[in-house]
């Protein structure tokens, strides 16, 4: 087996939601092969990157940030023939990424929308607007105060304002 | 009469009205009731997940408890939020531990979440509850010149051990809807594969090469349209062929769908009242071949 070069990793992967299945990977490849990513860049490769988190090569997944580069399609994880939930995985290391000050700009643009809007992708006086015309009823009011107490107690609030003042 | 409790996400009313039009028309007229819910907020999508998967799942959870409080089920427009949703309900459901720690954050808002309804996607709705003769029987103008490229996406199907939507290597839902409208689906290459559209915005080269070798493939198969279920499938391919165009000088022109357009024409409603304007890349060929 490889040597782990940060054992803590792999346990601080391992013990997070949907990063469980990690070690029941043996590295043949069907991810990789599965990934419209990776055909087109060699920046991102689901083995490599399950390959890290088992050797624990926590600075290649967090710093030189490939999993950023997943677009969430999940043809490996349904392919993988050990069970292996790598887009999950994906999104478990991002939790952990995001911890340690690694954020795209863009994750940190969308995270304040839903902060501030309730919604990812705000809506405008505009498109309210032309709802009437085409015959759309008014759109319902956001729950926006429910979401800030989830946001509050979950701590994800605070996360991403961290993670806004490393990114300036 | 069904009924279902409308999630609405954020997307659709904020960038896509045609879609939601034409999904409000065709399922009245085929006899599905909506009830708007209020108070939603975004499903907890991948970009929320990314930050803390604990959040989606409370964010997903509220909003599930909304439509239970109605005793309706949920019933969604976009793939995106279907994913989120269905998989936060099927996961809670199942896993008492966590339906625990979730409600403990949902203390916090006065709101429980019970899983005692699903969530589906409307195509779900239209199979199911609908039924594919009754859609045949509704059918006003038939489609039967068309050649429609059907695009399912990766949040409509994918995790399919929690969304158990269809048969994830070989599915057939679109492909048998698209053919209840008399236009005939056809086969192209590498037709379940992404859009690159969660990709937009912060790796736009590489989303734009995705969705590229998807309109490639669509061309070679003589499609005179594609036919999507999910907002962000739409945007890579009608938006994006106009990128196509200005990037590497590709001219394409073959228009993108949302389904329930292609059943509202199907359904004889006049296509003065869809939105279908708004679209990037025109529609007005797909309208005279079936004039």
């Known amino acids: 087996m490889m040597k782990k070069q940060n054992p803590q990793f792999y346990e601080q992967v391992t013990s997070k939601l949907g990063g469980e299945t990690l070690t029941k990977c043996f590295q043949c490849g069907t991810c990789a092969s599965s990934c419209p990513v990776a055909k087109l860049t060699t920046r991102f490769n689901p083995r490599l990157v399950i390959k890290n988190a088992v050797a624990g090569e926590k600075e290649r997944i967090l710093v030189d940030g490939p999993i950023w580069l997943c677009c969430s399609c999940y043809n490996c994880q349904e392919r993988c023939p050990q069970g292996v939930e790598i887009a999950e995985i994906m999104y478990a290391l991002r939790n952990i990424a995001l911890k340690e000050g690694h954020l795209p700009k863009a994750f940190i643009e969308m995270a304040s929308n839903l902060m501030v809007e309730g919604r990812v992708v705000p809506t405008s006086a505009f498109t309210a607007k032309r709802r009437e015309p085409l015959g759309l009823p008014p759109l319902k009011e956001t729950g926006i105060e429910p979401l800030s107490k989830i946001l509050s107690v979950t701590s994800f609030s605070k996360t991403v304002e961290k993670a806004k003042e490393v990114a300036k | ?291």
Do not use: W
């Not at chain 2, 709101?111 to 039924?131: A, C, E, S, T, W």
């Not at chain 2, 050649?147 to 994830?168: E, I, N, Q």
């Open chain 2, 1 to 291: 009469m069904t009924t279902y409790g409308l999630f609405l996400g954020c997307t659709i009313p904020a960038r896509q009205p045609s879609y939601e039009l034409a999904s409000r028309k065709a399922l009245k007229n085929l006899g599905i009731e909506l009830v708007d819910l209020d108070k939603t907020t975004c499903c907890g999508p991948p970009p929320i997940e990314s930050v803390d998967v604990k959040t989606s799942l409370a964010i997903a959870a509220y909003n599930i408890s909304l439509a239970e409080e109605l005793d309706l089920d949920m019933v969604t427009l976009c793939s995106g939020c279907f994913q989120s949703l269905a998989k936060a309900n099927v996961l809670l459901k199942e896993e008492e531990h966590l339906r625990e720690e979730i409600n403990e954050i949902l203390a916090k808002t006065g709101r429980k979440f019970r899983g005692n309804k699903d969530v589906k996607h409307y195509l779900q709705v239209l199979v199911n509850d609908v039924g594919l003769v009754e859609i045949k029987n509704n059918i006003a103008k038939a489609l039967d010149n068309l050649r429609v490229a059907s695009f399912y996406g990766c949040h409509l199907l994918r995790p399919s051990s929690l969304l158990k939507l269809d048969d994830v290597e070989r599915p057939r839902v679109l492909d048998d809807l698209i053919e209840a409208t008399g236009a005939k689906s056809i086969y192209y290459r590498n037709k379940l594969k992404c859009c690159g559209g969660l990709l937009r915005g912060y790796e736009d080269d590489l989303a734009l090469e995705i969705a590229r070798e998807k309109m490639m493939n669509i061309s070679k198969a003589k499609a005179d349209c594609v036919t999507t279920v999910c907002p962000f499938c739409f945007v890579a391919l009608d938006m994006g062929q106009l990128q196509m165009k200005s990037k590497f000088n590709e001219v394409y022109e073959i228009p993108v769908l949302h389904y329930p357009e292609l059943l509202c024409l199907s359904l004889g409603v006049d296509p003065k009242d869809l939105a279908l304007g708004t679209h990037r890349t025109k529609v007005d060929s797909l309208l005279e071949k079936i004039r």
